[in-house]
């Protein structure tokens, strides 16, 4: 069964800083990993999505990394704004299960400026 | 292309009562997932449908939860005889057929209270 941590729960960062989030998944086989934001009561918003093939994936100051042989993830975000500040979940869609996706529990990340 | 739209956003309703969520996908999409999130953890899948037939349904989804995509266009997704801890965010996501580049998009949600 195929499951997704994310690490940490939460981290707080003064503005300006690089930082990077962790998402580690315990079964290799999936098809790829999309990194999505979330701020406070709203839904989720796609940012990347590496295809299982793929080892890098960026856009803007965002840049996500994928070592499927290791079961790990990584979302770098450059230049940290205020702006930054919300809820980042990971998610793995198994092979030959329709596309669901599995989840991560998230990591809240806040940008102090 | 108006992205993934649910409706209501917000609902607040007695125990017991029965609701109704509605979900209307991107419109090329064939694929259209239900997940439930509950507060501090990640959304959680409850049922898919590929065009009009519903696929898997999840143990979360009890007997008192239905859902329906008549057309395979259109989602809802009934919850009947309200508990407490139905509270929650509905969420629904859409895709094409799966496959390495297949990218899920979320609507917004609805935020259900049971009071």
């Known amino acids: 069964k195929q499951e997704v941590t994310q690490i940490p729960a939460a981290l707080s960062v003064p503005e300006g800083e690089n930082l990077v989030l962790n998402c580690s998944f315990t079964d290799s086989a999936i098809y790829n990993l999309q990194w999505f934001r979330q701020d406070p009561g709203k839904g989720l918003t796609s940012l990347l999505l590496?295809?299982?093939?793929?080892r890098e994936q960026t856009s803007g100051r965002l840049n996500a990394s994928l070592d499927k042989s290791s079961g790990r993830s990584t979302l770098y975000i450059a230049a940290s704004q205020p702006g930054d500040s919300a809820t980042y979940l990971c998610?793995?869609?198994?092979?030959?299960?329709?596309?669901?996706?599995?989840f991560g529990q998230g990591t809240e990340l806040s940008v102090k400026p | 292309d108006t992205g993934v739209s649910q409706d209501p956003r917000h609902k607040i309703t007695k125990r017991g009562q029965n609701v109704t969520f509605r979900c209307d996908p991107i419109?090329?999409?064939?694929?259209l997932y239900w997940y439930r999130q509950t507060l501090g953890q990640g959304p959680e899948f409850l049922t898919y449908f590929q065009n009009e037939a519903q696929l898997e349904k999840s143990r979360l989804l009890s007997d008192r939860f239905s859902a329906e995509r008549p057309k395979g266009s259109f989602s809802t997704l009934e919850i009947q005889r309200t508990e407490q801890g139905d509270s929650a965010m509905y969420l629904c996501?859409?895709?094409?057929?799966?496959?390495?580049?297949?990218?899920?998009?979320f609507g917004q949600g609805t935020r259900l209270t049971v009071v």
């Open positions: 419109s090329e999409h064939n694929r």
């Open positions: 590496i295809q299982s093939s793929q």
């Open positions: 998610a793995v869609p198994p092979w030959n299960q329709g596309g669901k996706l599995i």
């Open positions: 996501a859409s895709s094409r057929r799966g496959g390495v580049n297949t990218e899920a998009f």
